[in-house]
Nanobody, 115 residues
Framework: QVYAVESGGGSVQVGGSLRLSCTTK?????????IHWYRQTPGKQREFVAS???????DYSASVVGRAAISRDDAQNTVWLQIDNLKPEDTGVYYC????????WGQGTQVTVSS
């Protein structure tokens, strides 16, 4: 099977920036797949953050619109999510996958935003 691999998280202060990366491990790649970023916090459902189709324009949740930029380079087998002006509400574990869940879930990357 193909596993999602997330990285780039960290602990930052309010107003800082992070650039998260999503790639895959296994025989499959992100080529021709829509890639979605989700955020998970304890006790709450996983929520959509942003997505980028194989061919098309990105989509952003209201929580990050205007602050986030998602991009991809299929040759590098990588999707990035840049989030600027980070807020405490951005805190969570970030996961990537296709909308249909084509990849096995990775361990995610932790984002912690503090005042």
């Amino acid at each position: 099977q193909v596993y999602a691999v997330e990285s780039g998280g960290g602990s930052v202060q309010v107003g800082g920036s992070l650039r998260l990366s999503c790639t895959t491990k296994g025989e499959g790649t992100i080529r021709l797949y829509d890639i979605h970023w989700y955020r998970q916090t304890p006790g709450k459902q996983r929520e959509f953050v942003a997505s980028i189709p194989a061919f098309g324009i990105p989509d952003y949740s209201a929580s990050v619109v205007g602050r986030a930029a998602i991009s991809r380079d299929d040759a590098q087998n990588t999707v990035w999510l840049q989030i600027d002006n980070l807020k405490p509400e951005d805190t969570g574990v970030y996961y990537c996958n296709t909308r249909a869940g084509s990849f096995a879930w990775g361990q995610g990357t932790q984002v912690t935003v503090s005042s």
